[in-house]
């Protein structure tokens, strides 16, 4: 089969597999087949990828309808399938075939379709089409799944801003289309007034869309409500198609950029990578922390492309292909361990009843398989050897460290400002993995309902496996991936194809002999242990009942640094205390830290639009006589307009 019959023909399944999702006796049927049809979407792609095929139309700026498929839509493409084929395996069993679930279900398949239309449009109307799709399905989704007032507020609120952010996406291509640049980036000089205005303005729609900083709030409003497998969708791969749109605008079509759009695009990408991970910090709900993890994952991705377009600004090509092979690798990489963690999340919150962080505990005991499973994905997203979080921020790393070699003072500070942040960044994941997997994973059990929790069912199980199993491979061999992403810069062959990753002056990193060392490491401990067992104590609580309220929390966890950043943070706090005949019998506190982005910046901007909109709501009269004064006003004013020649 071919790389454009795979892909149509998977299609056509996952189209075929939403119908079906829609009847009660064919609801699982309808899911299983939407599974195969993602299947052959990666196989199709991942197919183009590794061999360099192009299948269908090629690029054009007409507003004439056209499909195909090259390598870099193949890579996102296998990104779409493989995290399809997980989340649609679990929704088997985590979706019930009521009413609600088969909705959910087709939904899902419409969503996958719209995503997939992204990736294979060749021209400007059918990919603008199919981008505005794509944010509008999960919204529906999200509303089929709850009908709550909070629920519909960040619906509204999501919609809103990646619309009207999204203009920018609109602009960029339709610029783009006009100057007869889609596909052919000889047409637009570099540095030219054009050529910036469609890098800003891609930035500001794609950007939005991607949850980049700081048009990043609709992103922890809208992912953690949706259904656990709509959230691995979300997360994994729509995030990541805009970031397939940046790649396509700043690095394909528009050529060469000044330095200083590289230099901002780092800037954005330091920013989403450090408030993300320190926002994710003080997160107490699972899913929201997740959220905030992809606008530091995001951040990451940012950086390199950042890097990519110094770099090549500066002409080191060989080395902005790296760059840009680091992205796309964490692209890939993020995809994998995020769904992961999203599903296993839907897991827990399905057997225990919530993600409070400090209401979960011993779940790694009670469920194994999908305990074992979210920890794979905690320490790939903590970036810790050998597995795959690590291989892409290594790669990303060096990337950075050649910024300064081949640009002048200004490059070399940008870059080693997104060093520091990109170390920042490392440290901080792992300290809120650490945090995460010990409240979670760890300790005793905080409520009954978790001490009785139960192993989800084998396909929920079979999902986060597979995901874990990506995760593993491609922090043992990330060399087999690699060498295809480095061929997808416009200037660059590909990278010969290797296990581990041989970059030009930094050796040749082999994830292998670091799992080696690692098993061998933990190997000698056992055998020093030998049977020997901790023998059991009571907890000493300084006199105390030792009882759940002592029980370790998120907040305790990040106090130390929370006092650290706590100018930067402005931490809320609430103390009650209540007393009784002149003795204290109770001390309540309450602390928060609020999300200053959202609060201070977007809450402020929205009631006043909102208060703009009630008072233009007395123009509607709702009687035909006024309306036809205005129209008669405003025949008017254009017939006055062209007397004085204002409209040429």
């Known amino acids: ?39 052959l979407l990666a196989f199709g792609g991942l197919w183009a990828l590794v061999a360099d095929e192009t299948a269908g139309l090629a690029f054009t700026s007409a507003f004439d309808p056209r499909v195909g498929v090259d390598a870099l839509s193949g890579l996102f493409l ?11 395996v679990f929704a088997t069993r985590y979706l019930e075939p009521s009413g609600k679930g088969r909705t959910i279900g087709a939904l899902t398949g419409l969503f996958v379709l719209v995503q997939a239309l992204v990736l294979v449009a060749r021209d400007p109307l059918t990919f603008l089409l199919a981008w505005e799709a794509m944010t509008l ?12 007032e909070p629920a519909r507020r960040s619906v509204f609120f999501y919609v ?44 500001v729609g794609m950007g939005a869309k991607a949850g980049v900083m700081p048009l990043h709030v609709w992103l922890p409003l809208a992912h953690p409500i949706a259904p656990a497998h709509v959230s691995a969708l979300m997360s994994g791969v729509m995030i990541k198609i805009a970031i397939y749109g940046l790649v396509r605008v700043l690095v394909e079509w528009l050529g ?77 990489n993020h995809a994998l361990f995020k769904s992961l963690l999203f599903l296993g999340a839907g897991s827990f919150e399905r057997a225990a009843g919530s993600l409070e962080l400090d ?14 499973a979210f920890f794979v994905g905690a320490v790939a997203i903590a970036g810790l050897p050998p597995l795959n979080g690590f291989a892409s921020e290594w790669t990303t790393l060096q990337s950075l460290l050649h910024v300064p070699a081949y640009g002048g003072v200004a490059d070399g500070t940008a870059a080693a400002i997104a060093l520091a942040a990109l170390a920042a960044t490392a440290a901080l994941a792992a300290l809120c993995f650490v945090k995460v997997v010990g409240l979670v994973l760890l300790g005793p059990a905080r ?45 660059s062959a590909e990278a010969p194809t290797t296990v581990g990753l041989d970059l030009p002056g930094t050796g040749d990193f082999r994830s292998g002999g670091v799992a080696l060392a690692l098993a061998a490491l933990v190997g000698a401990l056992a055998l020093v242990r030998g049977r020997r067992v901790a023998a059991r104590a009571p907890t ?100 006055a307009a062209a007397k004085l020649g204002v409209l040429g």
């Open 256 to 332: 060469v950029l000044p330095e200083w759009l590289g230099v901002l695009v780092l800037a954005l990408g330091a920013l989403s990578s450090v408030a993300g991970v320190v926002y994710a910090l003080f997160q107490h709900e699972l899913k929201r922390l997740l959220a905030f993890h992809s606008i530091e994952n995001i951040g990451i991705i940012v950086l390199g492309l950042g890097a990519c377009l110094l770099l090549r600004a500066r002409g080191a090509d060989a080395w902005a292909a790296f760059a840009l092979a680091a992205a796309l690798l964490h692209t890939v």
């Open 447 to 491: 409520r009954d309902a978790v001490a009785h929790a139960e192993e989800a069912p084998g396909a929920m199980r079979a999902g986060v496996a597979a995901l874990a199993g990506g995760c593993v491979l491609l922090g043992l061999a990330p060399g087999l991936l690699f060498g295809s992403l480095v061929g997808l810069a416009p200037w």
């Open 540 to 639: 000493w609580a300084c006199g105390q009942l030792v009882e759940r309220q002592l029980d370790w929390t998120s907040a305790g966890f990040t106090k130390p640094l929370r006092l650290v950043l706590e100018d930067v943070l402005r931490p809320e706090r609430e103390v009650a205390v209540r007393t009784e005949g002149g003795v204290v019998t109770e001390v309540a506190y309450e602390g928060r830290v609020p999300h200053h982005f959202e609060e201070r910046l977007y809450r402020p901007v929205t009631a006043l639009a909102m208060y703009g909109a009630h008072h233009a709501r007395r123009v509607q009269g709702g009687r035909l006589g006024v309306y036809v004064a205005y129209l008669l006003g405003l025949v008017l004013v254009v017939l």
């Open 137 to 148: 399905v999960p919204a529906a989704v999200i509303l089929v799944s709850r009908a709550d």
């Open 78 to 88: 296998g990104i779409l399938g493989a995290v399809g084929v997980a989340a649609l």
């Open 160 to 203: 809103a801003l990646t619309h009207l952010a999204g203009a920018g996406t609109w602009v960029a291509i339709l610029l783009l289309a006009s100057e007869g640049a889609i596909g052919d980036p000889s047409v637009i000089a570099s540095g030219s007034g054009v050529q910036i205005a469609i890098a800003l303005a891609a930035l």
């Open 359 to 372: 209401r979960l505990g011993g779940l790694l005991r009670r469920m194994p398989w999908t305990g074992g």
């Open 1 to 39: 089969m071919s790389v454009a019959g795979s892909v149509l023909v998977g299609a056509a399944a996952v189209g075929a597999g939403g119908l079906l999702t829609l009847l009660h006796r064919t609801f699982v049927t309808g899911l299983a087949l939407q599974a195969v049809g993602c299947v």
